[in-house]
């Protein structure tokens, strides 16, 4: 019993910083408003893509529009940063 006691208190001393870590980076988006999604679409508008299928703001980083379809016929993932500027157009290959 002692043994398994000692090896349990070792998995969690091993563990700890890494959920310590973990919960330090959490992201606590949100979705965008109605003036806020407006704006991303004008934005994604004016780069051809014309559909969204959800857009969430990640505070300090900017907004996440996924699972945007563009007029080349394929969907990406685009990050937009507070001042609505694309910062990141990465396919969607899933």
Do not use: H, W
Request: a negative charge; hydrophobic letters at 35%.
């Amino acid at each position: 019993m002692k043994n398994i006691s000692k090896f349990t208190v070792g998995l969690v001393l091993i563990f700890a910083p890494f959920l310590v870590l973990e919960s330090a980076y959490a992201v606590d988006d949100r979705d965008a408003t109605p003036e806020e999604r407006a704006k991303v679409m004008e934005v994604l508008q004016q780069d051809g893509c014309t559909d969204v299928d959800d857009i969430d703001y990640i505070p300090s980083l900017g907004f996440e529009a996924e699972d945007v379809q563009c007029n080349d016929g394929k969907e990406y993932d685009v990050y937009l940063d507070e001042d609505f500027n694309i910062t990141s157009k990465r396919e969607d290959l899933d």
